[in-house]
């Protein structure tokens, strides 16, 4: 059978604009021969719209989308996802399905059975899972419909509690007694650099298991945090990996199931060149699905505005980015210079403020109210979120989303001003650790100086007050990020850690710093996700509670 | 059999101040000659730890307390709840259960079958449901022990999709073949004004279905946002509430099974009364289980802001409640006045600090920038993040916590500046619309007047233009809140609203810029819940979407 894989970029909720490009697809694949083309999890309504599933028009724009798109399919077959409503009495409203629509109509629906219901995934709060399995019949061959988490029955669980399977069923064991020839899997599965690895090894176990051939089809681009890579395969009864096709861009092909022989991959990336690809797709799906074209940020003279900034005119191109340089007193001279050289090699306009007057004017208005108590944290602050009010003056006047330059680290252990640098629409690098954000500087720079080197090579500083250094208050990155990572990607206890051979007070640290910040992250802006565990929708923990480490 | 109804105020992860309350609840149940003592739902940890209960230390120290708890039920046992590990293979790593502890150890478990995976709901993310159902005997009688939501088979769901039931499994029809004696259910239940009246009718048509007393246990205190109200229950055979615990607070009552007779109900109240009690216990919750002491706010002379500081002084007392009153050259002089009037009303300390300088510092600092352009919302904006900044300041020097004033109507249509008015730890009255707050501030006033009359009878103004009223870019709140409500609470769609009679442009126009907000509202406090939607945990939208409304 000559299958056409359609690895498309959705809006969440744009029904018209996702059928339109569904239709063009299926016209595009039926031109070249096709018999079947094959969409993404939830296509026609893009993945995932969480609550906008429990809004009864939301499901009767999604039937009369289905409707339409069914009846373009004359000549030629398709399937395609999209939630559909559980006629039975009990139970959850919905099914999340896959539609196998032919001669203008549905004619067989595979509901999805395993409902991943973890991390950033919520499907059981809208979704019942199937329970009976059948395989259709289409051009001689007997197909085997799924629905992502469906081949993922032995994904081991995230931590040490000695359970070995997630679920109960195994949907491939059920369908493989009905004598599959064709497996076909429709995904929105999201990327994650350290867990890169995973999805094409459940494939290739599946395939080479059952002895069957599977076309999986995954979306590609960004809503909002999460980010989908595409990388959609075609892989062979033997469990060889035929057709490989592009990540973080939509993508078209038509391959035939009954092919052998050479095999079409994707050049290999470095996890940091992903990380960067992700990051640049993210940056650029929130602008165009939100309606807006340019971004501002601050540039600090340090390294993750740069980072941040050079990320956006990449996503957004130059005329797209515009920067303000705030100084203050405690602004080290490098802190322009750097910020100035780099918004010269970026080509961007960048406008200089500085807050002095203005923060000046705050400690004059507070100065009865604090007469007598020595300056701390809070004089910082004012400095901060002095700066966020300017960039949101910009932002509010000329339309352009203020990108928030946080990085992991920061993020975790509450190194940052709310409503101050904590400011922002999105929060580009949220998700990736400082030791890594080094990594991406000098990969941005990989073929010229974008970069001001002794942006890379100072050490990093808030400069909110005289001669500060990130290690003044926190452990050096190197052995901060460790930790960080062993206890919010790994979930390992403190005690674990320590085990490993970090110092006890610095990881009791860190997990303090970690917990008692909560409450900072809560108002974080979205931020990208292109880790296993990132912040926000993913990890959702308790603001008011005790942790006794 | 003599039972006592313990209905406690937990702090999640808090297991040493947990287990003490419970110890000390066993000994005076004991003392008092209970054979029995009942404690609600993840008593031993606190409902709802979210994903601290993907953590190992934190099951650890949950088994620990559980030892300590089951090893003082000597010459009395007791019925408390806590995650136990699923020891299964395949599924989720825990159970949600309720533990029976009699002569020093655990003699039956009975683990949650329903679990609640919507609203604010998420325990399918972490608990495999239950599938075995058996009773246990205890002083000759025969026990039906279940977990909050295993009553609750029959709950319709929330609209219009045609379901008669939420769930497949009726825990309770499969334990009355075992012929109980009686039927305890530990519940963690949140409050919510519109809802009040489904839980006693649960109760009471189960126990008269079924024929079988029920002993009711609910948590009571808040958790951030949830606020639960206890109410604790014993239900006769017949369908009769004969004993009903305090609402708010902690309880404890020694109630006979075999009793009949005089009904000991709690004093009814009206929503707006109850609405008050909630918001005091939610703010007096946030502060001792995070462990601060003071609260400050702005006063602007308005009617929110009157409101959530009567409040506070209410839940905190007036020695912990400082206000910060900023007028700007827009500001009315009775907005001076009337702020003036209620701090000395409730005898709290109050500062002024005019903002008009530091506001025309950024307007002198932009000016370069703006050259040209007219003034628009960036300048009210800026006004309203200066008086953010200045509050913050106080919070930062002094270790207040900063009250968010914000109402439900205004959080709906984005009527507010994101790190201006925005800001805060707590949304008091996130979730109560400005009809609403008008009623709380006459409940307030009901004994003597302490919101002075004038902020309750003018007009409602942000004052950040010349003559600004709300009702020049909102419809009025009577109709806008009716309309708000139907597309919020009732998930109505919008043609539907409009079918009611409202008028089209009116409902289009709130239900879009209900949508556009999404973003506002992702980076907003943590919101105090009394209605069954509140913004927040319960009510999950993606920011990035389309709605074709």
New interface residues.
Partial sequence: MKIALCQLNY???????NREKIIACIERAKAQGAQLAVFSELSVC?Y?????L????F?N?TRESVDEIAAACNGIAAVIGAPT??ES??????HNSALFLNKGRVEHIAHKTLLP??DIF?E??HFEPNKTFSVFEFEGERVALTVCEDLWDDQP????????????TSPLEELSKQNPDLVINISASPFSYNQEGARKAIMLKNAGEYGVPIVYVNQVG???ELIFDGGSMMIDRKGTVLHEMAYFAEDFKIIDTQQTGQQQLQASKSSIEKIHDALVLGIR??FS??GFKTATLGLSGGIDSAVVCALAVRALGAQNVRVLLMPSKYSSDHSVADAEALAKNLGIRA?L???Q??VD??D???S???EG?PP???EE??QA??R???L???S??FGNILLNTSNKSECAVGYGT??GDM?G?LAVIGDVYKTDVFKLARFINSEKEIIPENTIVKPPSAELRPDQKDSDSLPEYDVLDQILFRYIEM?L???DIIAEGFETETVRRAVRLVNMNE?KR?????ILRVSSKAFG?G???????????
Same sequence: chains 1, 2.
């Fill in positions: 809006h969440i909720g744009n029904f018209k604009q893009g995932y719209p969480i609550d906008l429990e809004r009864k028009e499901l724009w409503i559980n009495l009990k139970g959850k409203k919905l219901t973890y919520d059981y709060r669980t995230n931590n040490s509690f000695g359970k070995s399977k997630l679920y109960i960004a809503q909002t799906d929130y699905k939100t406008d403020i500085n807050i007057k203005i004017e705050y004059k208005a507070l009865g109210i604090f108590l701390d944290v809070t602050n004012i979120r002095t966020g009010t300017l949101m003056a910009l509010n006047k709310l409503y400011n629409g979930n206890a403190p005690d409450y809560f108002q974080a802006p979205p929708f990890r959702r923990m308790p603001l008011v509670a005790k942790y006794e480490g």
